[in-house]
């Protein structure tokens, strides 16, 4: 990879609207772009020689599907497709060994687009309060025990909506707040945003403003205002986390409906993109009684299609679909360009934060390591880390990597 060092990171800051996250332990990593879903790790130990090769130190066979693991309590659980039923496991953190499983039947047809994706779920679980929470490729929702893997409830969406998925199938990872598990449920131009109670399954609230698009929500704290801040199918929306209710909304749609990416808050910022829209800041604002937004910044130079950018200091960093695949910087206060680098570094990248150290994950297996310094970012080390396509996005846990590829599941080690 060459990335130009030509940027200045600024110092990190504290966000003034507060991404709203599940507790974590620093060895955690529990949900859909870990811990506070914004890519960002605690308690990574970098070595202090990077090595030649990453050990592998297990390895299992899972399944197909893009879900990402997810560890908790010294436990990696995985939710993947195995012939004609989903399956949902967990392994040891540790050695790999399978502690427990649970499948259940799902008939699948993938849309002709998208068959080299198969049919495997594409949405990572969350786990809160010893609980897993999955969500399948139709949209069958299920929580699970952790400890013993005991199904606690689960949801199908058959009688409710004419579809139960999107055109490409169910993309977008539930989050839990306050007690509710949150899901956008449903089809194209059938579904809705629901807000489930996390113990017994009970709906709470719903808001059936758009169908799902297969981008994955977060929540912050907006002046005393909590948020569920997504892509829909057709739209941005801000709903009232409290109860359903729509508070605002920025239509949007992307070439073959395809809204992905996850939003960024920086400050009272929030940061969007979708293939061939560019990356753009919005503010919302609260005036004479109602919510709306303002456009901050527009950079049209990149523009984000599967992959979700992450923050470093006052940095945007992603990768743009333009050029084939383009690593980039952008000041995130401003939307100017810092810089970009080569292209045709893959369709998709997976970006992790830990500290100064960086992780780029490609969809073709290669797992780049950088430093992010007062002058940019600069290259350490270039691993292959597995033997088919990595889209599901990686899990980093101490000194632990976990890639899951086509079909399997292995924890790498830095050292």
Known sequence: MSLRTVCKTASFCSLFV????????AQDWPQWRGPARDG?????RAPKAWPEQLKAKWKVTVGEGHSSPVVAGGRVFQHSRQGDKEVVSAFDLNTGKLLWTDSYPVAYTMNPAATGHGKGPKSTP???NG???????????????TAAGKLRWRKEFGTQFKTTSPYFGTAMSPIVDKGLLIAHVGGHDSGALMAFDAESGAVKWQWNGDGPGYASPIIVDIKGTRQIITQSQQNIVGIWADNGGLLWKIPFDTAYVQNIVTPVAYKDLLIFSGIDKGVFAVRPVYRNGQWGTEQVWKNDEVSLYMSSPILGGNQLLGMSHKKKGQFFSLDAATGKTLWAGDGRQGE????VIAGDVMFWLTNDAQLIVSRLTSKGVEPIRRYKVADSATWAHPAVVGNRVLIKDATTLAMLVTE
Do not use: P, W
């Open 18 to 25: 507060t991404v709203i996250c599940q507790a974590a332990l």
């Open 40 to 44: 960002a790790v605690t308690g990574f």
């Open 126 to 128: 969350v786990i809160s």
């Open 131 to 145: 609980k897993l929470y999955t969500l399948g490729i139709t949209g069958v929702l299920s929580c699970y025990d």
């Open 348 to 351: 998709n990248a997976a970006l």
